[in-house]
């Protein structure tokens, strides 16, 4: 570990003698995170801090991060447009195949138009805050992804926390911010990224329409991957490019008036500059995949119920819960997060990489190893990671 900044004086300034405080405390409570280095393609199987292992803790979902077209479509825009845009895209910074790549999502969507976002983070933060404000009230669930708990409350607007997943809650939030008037947004995750679980889009777009209010829907972790409903539904529809799509970033979709006014007044589209042109490539490379091969997400349903079977199987006495989920987010849950950082240790030790999943992140008490499948994932594989929680679990028992 690094030695604490010396200040002027000579001593640790008070800042890094502050903050060292705060990371004694996060490694007593077993809370400290640490980066691993990956060597090679981001797929299943991978080199991790020098040991060999199978990834389940990718969002990779559909196992295009490391196919090779993707990455051929990648390599020939580098050499016909280079490394980077150069400024932001009301600049100079719209490449051609930023705009194709729209067209294809809006097209993908059934939407009239996408704006190209640099990240997720970006495309909820900038398109909250540039839709609502102080006169109006935003309706969250209370397990939304930071970006959009962030978002909302950078709009300025009422934040109205509802339980999760709960539609009377919704509804009697609707009335009680009606009754305040402003505008109103619905704001939720299509896909829960911690539990696995979903939104009930379609009754939240009945919601929506019955009350006039904007259904903001997040389709991160659905996207290409489940049929919730969020792509027919949803007045604004978000999704990011670095999951089931293999490269990076996110765009919106929506109506005409909607990207038209996200292009004038999103600050983090506005004000970012533009992705590289490969990395937009590489997202239409695996676009055409998802759209002309289904066998993927097929085998990606298959490989969830083979998991599941194989953890039931295992029957009780286990050191953590299988949550009830039918997406590739599979947690177990442990509770306290020391047993999960030891079970998480345990894996790796045997070759599987899960990552152990602490508060902040969820809330306390409810630590977990997030299991995430993959098209690309063998029987094998799988199986292998089944026999490792049982040996694991019965050397921690």
């Known amino acids: ?23 004694d405390s996060f490694r007593a409570a077993d809370l400290y995170r ?15 801090d020098g040991r060999a292992c199978i990834s389940f803790c990718s969002n990779d979902y559909l196992g295009l991060a490391s196919d090779p077209r993707v990455a051929a479509a990648a390599q020939r825009t580098l050499g016909s447009s280079g490394t980077g845009s150069g ?7 719209y490449n051609r195949e930023h705009a194709q790549l729209e067209e294809e999502l809006a097209d993908y969507t059934g939407r009239a138009r996408a704006l190209l976002f640099t990240s997720g983070w970006a495309a909820n933060l900038g398109t909250l805050r540039a839709l609502f404000g102080k006169a109006d009230a935003l309706l969250c669930d209370e397990l939304n992804h930071a970006s959009l708990i962030d978002g909302a409350r950078l709009a300025g607007a009422r934040y109205i926390r509802v339980p999760h997943a709960d539609t009377g809650g919704y509804a009697a939030a609707l009335a009680d911010a009606q009754a305040q008037g402003g505008e109103v947004g619905i704001v939720s995750d299509s896909v829960f990224s911690m539990d696995g679980d979903e939104a009930d889009v379609p009754v939240l777009a009945a919601l929506a329409r019955q009350h006039g209010a904007t259904l903001v829907i997040d389709d991160a972790h659905g996207l290409g991957v489940t049929d919730g409903g969020a792509m027919a539904l949803a007045d604004v529809y978000i999704a990011t490019l670095g999951k089931s799509l293999g490269a990076a970033g996110a765009f919106v979709a929506g109506s005409e008036a909607l990207i038209e006014f996200l292009i004038q007044r999103a600050r983090t589209w506005v004000f970012s500059t533009a992705p590289p042109p490969a990395i937009a490539a590489a997202a239409r490379a695996a676009l055409r995949i998802i759209r002309s091969e289904p066998e993927h997400p097929l ?3 298959a490989n969830i119920a083979r998991f599941r079977r194989g953890i039931e199987a295992l029957g009780s006495g286990l050191p953590f819960r299988l949550s009830p989920s039918t997406t590739p987010i599979q947690p177990l849950i442990v509770g306290p997060a020391g047993p999960a950082v030891a079970l998480s240790r345990a894996l790796l030790a045997r070759g599987y ?12 008490g409810t630590s977990r190893l997030r299991v995430t499948l993959s098209a690309a994932h063998t029987d094998a594989q799988i199986d292998g990671l089944v026999a490792a929680l049982a040996d694991a679990s019965a050397d921690a028992a």
């Open 1 to 23: 570990m690094n030695a604490p900044a010396v200040g002027l004086t000579g001593g640790a300034s008070p800042l890094d003698t502050r903050l060292q405080r705060e990371l």
């Open 34 to 48: 640490v980066r691993r280095i990956v060597e090679g393609t981001h797929g299943v199987a991978l080199t991790v």
């Open 87 to 93: 400024a932001a895209a009301l600049v100079s910074g």
């Open 299 to 301: 085998r990606l349903q």
């Open 353 to 364: 990489w899960v990552a152990a999943i602490r508060p902040p992140t969820v809330p306390a």
